[in-house]
């Protein structure tokens, strides 16, 4: 296989396996409270960004990479994790093989996928520009020539996408065929705004126990403020609403796609209009949507934020577009 088969780990490495996902788990959802602090203060817990093999992070020198796929033939698919998340968010449920997005796309496919894991409470400005200069070497050091890359990436994964094609002077971009954007908040995301204007309100208010609970809430992390109007360029003071850029110019040739989750059956239900998947509303006719072909946005009625990430009907309508020419 062109990706190192994790179905040949022995059964008796489950237990192991599931310990490490749970502490990387834990360390991501710290980062993605804490993580500016952590790296301000060079913490140990603090995320470095990386692709990750088997829970250890991927060397990018040519014979690291041939060693970890051996018959790729430089169609690569990257997936980028969301808020407090890591890669195994792409996990599919119940499956003791680890089967993912990723996975499946190589086995059906051909793709080899590599999955990112970052300290999703810095800047989105900052990881978007890491991630660009992390392409760089991968391009740089892969064993056989790159022909394609596709892009993925769920909730705050698809911000930093976006911010690395803004700090793109590198070659990588000139590969770059797709963008898929899975429950992304291009327009901002509505809990972060709700946290913003509650802090807000308590600092104002003449008690003391009150601008203390505000002092803490206004502790999240400047990943999770980034989120409030879905900055990828460094945000101002303020963080004022920023429109986000023609999808379409970034290069001549690169395909945008977004897939949005409801928390009804019905997407017209008013809990699907007013809540979306539960973290991200459903795009309308403004905004990143407003420049896409409609047949580059489908919504999945019943499947909520996290579930975008691993869900099979979801893998289907991945698949169905990577594979389009």
């Known amino acids: 296989m062109g990706v190192e088969d994790k179905t040949a780990e022995p059964a008796t490495n489950g237990g192991a396996n599931l310990v ?11 980062n993605g409270v804490f993580g500016d602090y952590l790296h301000k203060h060079q913490n140990g817990l603090a995320i470095d960004m990386a692709f990750m093999l088997r829970d250890k992070p991927l060397v990018l020198n040519k014979e690291a990479l ?20 890591s890669e195994h968010i792409w996990n599919l449920p119940g499956d003791g093989a680890e ?3 990723g996975t499946l796309l190589h086995t059906e496919l051909g793709y080899t996928p590599l999955f990112l894991r970052y300290n999703s409470g810095t800047p989105i400005a900052e990881n978007g520009a890491q991630f660009a ?9 892969f064993p056989v020539p790159i022909t394609e890359i596709v892009l993925v990436g769920h909730s705050m994964g698809g911000l930093v996408i976006r911010s690395a094609c803004t700090h793109a002077p590198g070659a990588w971009l000139d590969h770059v065929s797709k963008a898929i954007y899975l429950g992304t908040p291009h327009e ?20 003391q126990v009150t601008r203390l609970i505000g002092d803490v809430l206004n502790l999240r992390s ?3 403020k980034d989120l409030r109007h879905g900055h990828v360029a460094p945000a101002p003071e303020e963080r004022a609403p920023v429109p986000p850029p023609d999808p379409i110019a970034v290069n001549d040739k690169m395909r945008h796609y977004l897939i949005a989750g409801t928390l009804n059956e019905d997407p017209q239900h008013i809990v699907s209009q007013l809540f979306g998947d539960g973290l991200v509303r459903v ?8 420049s896409l072909p409609g047949d580059h946005i489908k919504v999945f009625p019943g499947v909520h934020h996290v579930a975008l990430a691993h869900d099979p009907n979801v893998y289907v309508q991945i698949k169905a577009w990577i594979g389009s020419k």
């Open 99 to 101: 089967t993912s997005y």
């Open 283 to 290: 795009p309308g006719g403004t905004g990143h949507a407003a």
């Open 133 to 141: 200069k992390l392409l760089d070497g991968l391009v740089a050091a």
């Open 222 to 224: 400047e990943g999770i």
């Open 188 to 207: 901002g995301a509505d809990l972060e705004k709700f946290a913003h204007a509650t802090a807000g309100i308590l600092a104002a208010v003449p008690n």
């Open 20 to 30: 490490a996902q749970w502490a990387a788990s834990g360390v991501s959802i710290l």
């Open 66 to 85: 041939r060693a970890a796929f051996p018959e790729t033939d430089g169609r690569l698919c990257l997936f980028l994790h969301g808020l407090c998340c």
